[in-house]
């Protein structure tokens, strides 16, 4: 028996495989686009490493397409085969990608969770529990899992940095924000290409309408997010979104053509960075030319997936913005009928808040505003169900107070920017800012009119 670089007890034997299993799990932490490598490099030396093939399906889960499920089940196959031989550790691991394919990602993260009251310097089933609850939108089970196992960290623990990394997010998202700044900080500088930990900064900066404070965190840390997998393009993405707070067009069109956009990719997340920057740009009566149009051609192609309720809100807003009006229904249906056919965890979440989020994003694309409006405001109290972060369901915010704003809902609104504004510790950015000044100035002219769209 071994131990891996966390200080875990270990069933590899081979000194080449845990050399791979080690850049693997640190791989995980930091977001590394070599952490393929050293998962195949390792499935090669051990096959039949039961930890590892858990691992390989539940990040193919992860990555949120149904193409990709029969391979899970094929790593969990050869798991399960060699369940026996695997330590009581490992063997919860192999217990998490069972339940998830059995479509209860949520047992998943009890099984993480089991792992981390035994053995809570597992930094790999901490980074494991955090991602799957992100997915779900769970913030303050983010939180309390981290804030559970880091009394037992050492400062020279090899995980540390990346746990101040993650406790940085859950504080952020939690509405901390001056803790999560100062303990992001700390998680870079302890781990300095903990690229969670730097976007977990740049979320405050988001959440507090700091956007020049936003790019003097970005400035010469580029390092800290260069070695990433396509997260690397969700922090280019970060740093768009402050250039668009100060209204430098240039900057941001600039960013999306060569960072954000860099790799045409279909991959949810990518094209979750894509769709946002997009509508927010055309909310603000920004001409994004044809930039909608590989993003619609890919989505139309993902209208049956169903994997990830994020996912396909996303999808659905290139649908809208590409004018794919036989795709937007097409998705829109498949949404509804996946919420009242299905009894999974994801399947709840297509119910609710999916069905309603995406009848207002096809009403929204109709400029049936006040139908949108209706839809997206009722769906604000559940939409954190959906999964992702407050600076990336924004864009629903957005798009539902600028249905209100043409459909002539002043007072609900306000209500809205006021919500908004006391999540974000009473900071407004520049967008709330605007919005304000066009109800004040449809008020001062004594309109009962709506507000023109862009």
């Not at 020279?156 to 303990?183: K, M, Q, S, V």
């Not at 920004?286 to 997936?305: F, H, K, M, P, S």
């Not at 957005?398 to 919500?419: C, K, P, Q, S, Y």
Request: with cysteine; hydrophobic share 40%; charged share 25%.
């Amino acid at each position: 028996m071994t131990q891996d670089i966390f200080g875990q007890d270990c069933s590899l034997t081979d000194a080449h495989a845990l050399d791979a299993w080690n850049g693997l799990q640190l791989g995980v932490l930091a977001h590394a686009a070599s952490t393929a490598d050293h998962l195949g490099a390792l499935l090669k030396a051990a096959p039949d490493f039961a930890l590892g093939q858990a691992i390989r399906g539940i990040s193919l889960l992860m990555l949120g397409r149904s193409e990709l499920v029969p391979i899970a089940h094929e790593a969990h196959a050869i798991a399960k085969s060699a369940y026996e031989g695997a330590l009581p550790r490992e063997r919860k691991y192999i217990d998490a990608l069972e339940a998830w394919l059995g479509g209860k990602p949520s047992r998943a993260v009890a099984c993480m969770e089991e792992v981390l009251t035994l053995y809570p310097c597992d930094t790999l089933a901490m980074k494991l529990s955090h991602g799957i609850r992100f997915i779900l939108g769970d913030a303050r089970g983010m939180r309390a899992s981290i804030e559970r196992v880091l009394p037992a960290y050492t400062t020279e623990h090899a995980g540390h940095g990346y746990l101040l990394g993650c406790h940085a997010f859950t504080l952020e998202e939690t509405g901390e924000y001056d803790r999560a700044e100062i303990t992001g900080r700390q998680a870079l500088w302890t781990a300095p290409d903990d690229a969670w930990g730097l976007h977990a900064v740049a979320h405050v900066h988001e959440m507090t309408g700091n956007a020049k404070a936003g790019l003097d965190w970005f400035d010469g840390r580029e390092q800290a997010w260069a070695h990433c997998n396509n997260f690397r393009y969700h922090v280019w993405w970060h740093k768009a979104l402050m250039h668009l707070d100060l209204g430098q067009v240039d900057a941001v069109m600039r960013l999306y053509d060569d960072e954000v956009r860099k790799d045409k990719t279909d991959d949810y997340r990518d094209i979750s960075n894509a769709t946002s920057l997009l509508m927010r740009l055309e909310l603000d009566g920004i001409n994004v030319g044809n930039r909608w149009d590989e993003l619609a051609d890919l989505c139309a192609e993902r209208t049956e997936d169903g994997s990830l309720i994020f996912a396909d809100l996303h999808y659905l807003l290139a649908l809208v913005g590409g004018d794919r009006k036989s795709a937007t229904t097409r998705l829109v249906e498949r949404i509804h009928a996946d919420g009242v056919s299905g009894t999974t965890e994801t399947a709840q979440r297509m119910a609710d808040p999916g069905a309603t989020v995406a009848t207002g994003l096809e009403a929204f694309g109709e400029g049936d505003y006040r139908t949108a409006f209706d839809r997206l405001a009722k769906s604000r109290d559940s939409l954190q169900l959906a999964g992702g972060s407050h600076a990336q369901r924004d864009v629903f915010e957005r798009m539902t107070i600028d249905a209100g704003l043409r459909a002539g809902n002043w007072a609900h609104v306000e209500a809205i920017l006021d919500d908004r504004q006391a999540k974000r510790g009473g900071a407004e950015d520049n967008y709330a800012i605007a919005r304000r000044a066009l109800i004040a100035s449809a008020r001062n002219k004594g309109s009962t009119q709506s507000v023109p769209a862009e």
